[in-house]
């Protein structure tokens, strides 16, 4: 047997979505150097906030403003971290429940090792440098010793929206304080970059196929039960639960089943908008593959219409099908692979 094809595979794009007055007035918050929780009906402190209690279902709005200085109450050593992760040291994972919450927030809590890490341990917010209303604006939680020898806070100085953030960088256990939750130019949308890193192995069926593709034949696979022509494919027959093996050669001619048209431009995507995105049963499969459809204007595309690959230079796909001038199919012939 061949040897099993792997490949780096990164699935990597921006979303963007607008956040909602609570998330915009806790993210806003921490550009501004104050954690905001909401309270619950039953007199709860949420940090992270919510709009919604999760137990009632109920709206809710009312902000308060929690302390910097909080308690872990779970954590998990992060040995190796990965890129884009908070630290790139190793450091720990931690649920911190900040003074004056009933809820922990997670994240990241800079420590010299494991052994420098328990439950109950107090850590406070390390602030990052540039903030710009993001969860990323607490760099991370560092250790933080205040028992009864340190200078203890000036409680009566509290004052709920006072400029005055010094007091956050003692810290210290406290009640939340109500909070309007307003601020100039607050947040109210982000762009978060999603990024999922695999190997990805297609097994030994895919493997066969793309070897094959790479010599410009489609080799798909015949379930022994019920005689379907699966291609691309998976190995097993997703209907008979068994073994796929026989190889088969099919196309290299096949007929447009369904399709649409595409008028979005997809970035990095040299394609001009609007083209055609179709289902192709290639001569001899029982099941449709896709491809784009070119060498006819997108209009004129239809159910039916016979096409064959065009390929590029050194590629391992298909570019794209074009008309091959044929009849266009019978419904009858098709209407089972739609
Ligand atoms: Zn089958």
Redesign the pocket.
């Known amino acids: 047997m061949p040897d099993v094809l792997k490949a780096p595979l990164v699935v990597e794009f921006p979303f963007t979505r607008s956040v909602g007055p609570v998330q915009s007035a806790f993210l806003t918050g921490l550009r501004e150097r104050v954690v905001l929780g909401v309270r619950t009906g039953d007199g709860r402190t949420l940090v992270p906030p919510v709009e919604y209690d999760p137990v009632t279902a109920e709206e809710i709005r009312d902000l308060v403003e929690v302390a910097p200085t909080g308690t872990v109450t779970t954590w998990a050593w992060n040995h190796a971290p990965r890129r884009d992760q908070p630290l790139d040291t190793p450091f720990a994972w931690a649920l911190v429940r900040l003074d004056g919450a009933d809820t922990a927030l997670l994240h990241a809590l800079d420590a010299p090792g494991p052994d420098a890490v328990h439950t109950g341990m107090r850590v406070r917010i390390r602030w990052a440098e540039e903030r710009t209303g993001a969860i990323t604006d607490i760099a991370c939680f560092e250790p933080y010793d205040d028992s009864p020898d340190d200078d203890g806070p000036d409680v009566d100085s509290l004052d709920g929206n006072s400029p005055d953030r010094d007091r956050h960088d003692v810290g210290s256990p406290a009640e939340p304080i109500a909070h309007t939750g307003e601020f100039t130019d607050p947040v109210t949308g982000i762009i978060a970059a999603a990024r999922l890193d695999y190997t990805y192995s297609p097994g030994r069926a895919q493997t066969a196929y793309i070897n094959a593709l790479a010599e410009h034949r489609n080799v798909g696979e015949r379930?022994p039960?019920?005689r379907?022509v699966y291609v691309p494919p998976r190995g097993a027959?997703p209907?008979?639960g068994?073994a796929t093996s026989e190889q088969v050669e099919v196309g290299p001619h096949g007929t447009v089943t369904t399709f649409c048209i595409v008028n979005i431009k997809a970035k990095n995507l040299d394609i001009e908008v609007p083209y055609v995105y179709a289902h192709i049963a290639l001569d001899g499969a029982d099941l449709a593959l896709h491809g784009r459809i070119g060498g006819i204007p997108y209009d004129q595309v239809r159910m039916g219409l016979r096409v064959e690959p065009v390929w590029t230079q050194g590629a391992r796909y298909p570019d794209h099908y074009r008309p091959t001038g044929e009849p266009d199919a019978d419904y009858d012939t098709y209407r089972e692979l739609l």
């Open positions: 379930c039960s019920c379907k027959c209907t008979c068994v």
